[in-house]
């Protein structure tokens, strides 16, 4: 009896090996070639950039992801020194695609000589060393406060552009 129990079960499995391998292997194919998935994933993110003169740049990220044509980073905060400026620039995000840093929520510049800007968003050319915005924007200095639709700023000659602005000063009496 258990001699024709194991030969029935012989031949069952003979029969399904021999029709599986009459058949084709099944291949999977991604049929959408957009999809966008991180590659690298990290949580609480620190670095620096040190040359001759010291620390030069400083990042610190609460999660960062490489992705295949873009990094993001959320909670950023920056600091880099330029021709002997110190910025500092955070966001709640960031972006970063071929050379230039996309920053939006919450962003806010500021150096060492009192010049401080908000905005919703901002775009940094790392190359250009020039940052933008198209969002109205808040920029405080020691001369006095400003709003507008948007600026440029030219980082390298110290220059800000904008366009429909209101400046309002305080002056002094002697």
Do not use: W
């Amino acid at each position: 009896m258990g001699l024709k129990i194991f030969s029935i079960i012989l031949i069952l499995f003979i029969a399904e090996i021999t029709f599986l391998s009459t058949k084709k292997p099944k291949e999977l194919k991604i049929s959408k070639e957009d999809i966008n998935y991180s590659t690298i994933e990290f949580t609480g993110v620190q670095g620096c950039s040190i040359d001759k003169d010291g620390i030069s740049e400083r990042i610190i990220a609460s999660r960062a992801r490489k992705y295949k044509t873009y990094d993001a980073l959320d909670d950023l905060n920056t600091s880099f020194i330029q021709n002997g400026l110190s910025h500092t620039l955070t966001a709640k995000n960031a972006r970063l695609q071929n050379g230039t840093l996309h920053l939006t929520r919450e962003v806010h510049y500021e150096n060492n000589q009192s010049l401080r800007i908000k905005s919703e968003e901002l775009e940094y050319n790392t190359k250009t060393k020039i940052a933008q915005s198209q969002t109205p924007f808040i920029l405080t200095s020691k001369q006095g406060d400003m709003t507008g639709d948007s600026f440029v700023y030219d980082m390298q000659n110290g220059v800000i552009k904008s366009q429909h602005i209101q400046y309002n000063f305080e002056v002094k009496e002697k």
